[in-house]
């Protein structure tokens, strides 16, 4: 039987700090035949000059200017050969079993599943990773595992993912005018189709947090704007693979979500998302909030807390300035 290969897709945007160890956590990997495809976005440091000085035949490197981590990964995957394809931020680590253990999870099943793994976060060095099991970490539907993501305000993160490429082909590219949340698009689309999602306990993440120049760490309007439309996306994936009572309370946990993250920028997209949450049947919860500003919003509302939250912000960074 032949032994699948496996393409890395790797968009790199100012990642010259990182990359190194995420490129050797690839070329580790105990399975014989893996490839990583390292897009460099218009990087402003030396993340070229990094990535062209693995010298392994297994790394190829390809040099565009800033269209944007969409556009990066639309181009890596036309450039990827593989049967499988993992999309692997240029700042995380993986373990070395993690193509191995999939690969072999999948031979077993039917075609047209997915697999996934274990993830934690980490900020400074991986030792200090940090894993948060979920319920949802098991065989599941791939409906089910949305809903249960949704309904948890929880996540698994895009690299933990091994992904048949004939799954990638029939849901379309990433969407390339999208930035914040573009993989809430992307990613239910390709699960949207699977058969089934099998979970592998044995296999690992290291997700680098608490970068200020990550993407999701960008809050502009225009940000609010992709982040919108990217929930309007993956929300209407969900519902049209299963619309049910849960579903569509999972997808109104979403949206209200998103009024929170956004308060109390962008007024307009908020009136939109409330019109979703109300056709869905909410409002269901009361926002996901740290101790501190919990405390806070008990004596003066969520509204206010938010409000104070971010002047607080902007005080910091003005005396950092």
């Not at 440091?45 to 190829?60: G, I, M, N, Q």
């Not at 949704?150 to 048949?164: A, D, I, K, R, T």
């Not at 929930?231 to 209407?236: D, I, P, S, V, Y």
Request: glycine content about 6%.
């Amino acid at each position: 039987m032949t032994v699948p290969l496996v393409s890395f897709l790797t968009p790199a945007y100012n990642a010259a700090a990182y990359l190194p160890d995420t490129v050797r956590s690839v070329l580790a990997q105990t399975h014989p035949r893996v490839e990583v495809i390292v897009v460099n976005d218009g990087s402003r440091d030396d993340t070229l000059a990094v990535a062209r000085s693995f010298t392994d035949p297994r790394v190829k490197v390809i040099d565009q200017e800033n269209r944007g981590q969409s556009a990066a990964e639309n181009r890596a995957f036309r450039e990827a050969q593989g049967e499988y394809v993992v999309h692997l931020d240029a700042d995380d680590l993986i373990s070395p079993n993690k193509v191995e253990v999939q690969v072999r999870r999948l031979a077993g099943a039917e075609p047209g599943c997915v697999s996934f793994h274990p993830w934690g976060r980490f900020v400074g060095h991986p030792r200090g990773t940090r894993a948060v099991p979920q319920p949802f970490w098991r065989d599941i539907a791939p409906v089910d595992l949305l809903t249960e993501m949704w309904e948890q305000h929880s996540m698994v993160q895009g690299g933990c993912y091994l992904l048949p490429r004939a799954l990638v082909e029939q849901a379309g590219p990433w969407d390339e005018s999208l930035s914040l949340i573009n993989d809430f698009d992307f990613f239910p689309r390709v699960l949207a189709r699977a058969r089934a999602v099998l979970f592998c306990p044995d296999a690992f993440l290291h997700y680098r947090s608490g970068l200020a120049s990550a993407l999701s760490a960008t809050k502009s309007d225009r940000a609010w704007d992709s982040a919108f439309r990217a929930t309007l996306a993956g929300t209407g994936t969900l519902l049209a693979a299963g619309d049910t009572a849960r579903s569509r309370k999972a997808c109104s946990r979403v949206w209200e979500e998103f009024i929170f993250a956004c308060y109390p920028a962008v007024p307009e997209l908020r009136r939109r998302a409330r019109e979703q949450v109300r056709a869905l049947g909410g409002p269901h919860f009361s926002p996901q909030m740290g101790p501190k500003m919990r405390a806070l919003a008990r004596l003066v509302g969520w509204k206010l807390a938010k409000r104070i939250e971010r002047l607080a912000r902007r005080l910091t960074r003005a005396k950092k300035a």
